[in-house]
């Protein structure tokens, strides 16, 4: 690495090597953002204590510079800002809290430490190797606009962006061919030794399909690879790898999580519910969620609803929805590949907002909020999308609308069925004890409640 001040060059030391997360972006490629050419010159490698991400720096045609940065499983491009006064310290920065930054409004979604893993390219700055500084990202509760503060230089940097899709940004000299080539993310399970293909560009998790061991890619395959034993396998109703269209995009099935609530007020009652991870190599990611009371389609919002002063209801993109349940959330088992560091047992405190079929979820961890925002679906849209038009029964919910099969039903039948009912309560009773850290609740906790989030920790940089 080679620092220049002025005309003079001095040589800085060695970076480390960056690890190879096959991306499509690579140095040099090219493409549009607001009418303004940009050429990728540099690149960034960060981690934290849940993952890694990379920031590209961007030369725009006038000679500016803006960052292209991966956040949940999409991206943002920002550039940089000039503040109207001094910044406190990142402690002062409280998750959640609201704050104004150049007289606008902001909520403060993330406050961690984070570190400088390598870099290459041709960059405006470079905050020491290895050595940790705060980062704190906020999000506009009007605009939908992200705030980052980097606290590795003094006064911090201060950058504002917007998400972007990389097909609006009219790219050329993609590294295509990197996200097909599997063989560079083929490896051994570091538990039994059966081969493992990462076949997503951004995993930073998964699982073994042998001993289902959950393996942490987030250092790169070169590195140590951390794993940890997950027992009770769970079977997904839609298998792993499955592709359907839902809302007008083609998705991949590519991850699948079993998470358990339990109401604050009453730890004994739980429920279950069950999120996939869709994937679309222009749209990045999205969440298809299962929960007793339906199927849901989520993804992570860039911006930051407005939650009013007593909490019971949210506002976001000039639609306000009503609070629904607050409920404590944990992950109780995952497959698949996953964008971001999933955990078994990662905890999650949450609230559901309501208005129609619209739905809005807030997630708060000690250092990150997340919102996300959908919109239920019928199931037979579900299963006609994946080809499951077998498992109908399967895949119905609520949105069965119980009330239009039974017209005409006999006495002896509707008998039965209330025989299979009370049958049923029963068995919801029995689960609603069960304890997610030791027993197989996946199917059979349904007993109230769902989620409408699709995430398991929260929303910065992943």
């Not at 951390?226 to 998705?251: R, Y």
């Not at 497959?335 to 609230?351: H, M, P």
């Not at 299963?383 to 005409?408: V, W, Y």
Request: some cysteine; charged content about 20%; hydrophobic content about 35%.
């Amino acid at each position: 690495m080679v620092l220049r001040q002025g005309e003079t060059l001095s040589r800085i030391g060695k970076m480390a090597e960056l690890f190879d997360d096959h991306s499509p972006l690579q140095l040099q490629a090219s493409g549009t953002w607001n009418n303004k050419a940009f050429t990728l010159v540099g690149r960034l490698q960060y981690k934290y204590a849940e993952g890694s991400w990379t920031e590209w720096h961007a030369v725009l045609d006038d000679g500016s510079s803006a960052y292209l940065s991966e956040d949940n499983g999409a991206y943002v491009i920002s550039t940089p800002l000039t503040l109207q006064r001094e910044l406190p310290p990142a402690e002062h920065f409280r998750v959640g809290a609201s704050t104004a930054i150049n007289g606008q409004t902001f909520s403060v979604a993330t406050n961690n430490p984070v570190a400088l893993m390598s870099a290459q390219g041709e960059l405006p700055r470079l905050p020491a190797l290895g050595q940790p500084f705060a980062m704190v990202e906020l999000r506009s509760q009007t605009a939908g606009e992200v705030l980052s503060i980097d606290y590795s230089t003094q006064p911090p940097s201060v950058s504002i962006g917007q998400a972007v899709r990389l097909e609006d940004l009219q790219l050329s000299g993609l590294r295509s061919e990197s996200v097909k080539d599997e063989k560079g993310r083929q490896f051994n399970c570091p538990h039994c030794g059966a081969p493992v293909a990462a076949l997503l560009a951004s995993s930073k998790s998964i699982t073994c399909g042998s001993c289902n061991s959950l393996i942490d890619l987030s250092q790169g395959l070169g590195a140590e690879l951390q794993h940890a034993l997950q027992d009770e396998p769970l079977a997904p109703l839609i298998p792993l790898g499955s592709q359907g269209p839902l809302q007008g995009v083609l998705w991949q099935v590519v991850g699948f999580q079993h998470r358990m609530g339990t109401d604050p007020s009453d730890p004994d009652e739980q429920f279950g519910w069950e999120e996939y991870l869709l994937y679309n190599a222009e749209r990045g990611f999205t969440f298809l969620v299962d929960s007793s009371e339906g199927w849901s389609v989520v993804k992570p919002t860039t911006g930051a609803p407005v939650l009013s002063d007593n909490g019971q209801n949210a506002t976001y993109l000039g639609t306000r929805y009503q609070l629904k349940e607050r409920y404590n959330a944990e992950t109780s088992y995952v497959a698949g590949e996953f964008y971001w560091q999933v955990a078994r047992g990662q905890k999650t405190s949450n609230r559901d907002f309501v208005n129609g079929k619209n739905l809005l979820s807030m997630e708060q961890s000690a250092n990150e909020v997340t919102w996300s925002v959908g919109r239920q679906i019928e199931s037979d849209a579900v299963a006609k999308a994946f080809k499951l038009e077998d498992k109908k029964d399967l895949l119905q919910r609520s949105d069965a609308g119980p009330g239009s099969a039974a017209q005409g039903v006999s006495f002896r039948a509707g008998l039965v069925i209330f025989l299979v009912l009370i049958l049923f309560l029963l068995v919801i009773s029995r689960c609603s004890r069960c304890d997610p850290a030791t027993e197989n609740c996946a199917s059979s906790s349904r007993s109230s409640g769902g989620s409408f989030g699709g995430f398991s920790s929260g929303g910065g940089h992943k």
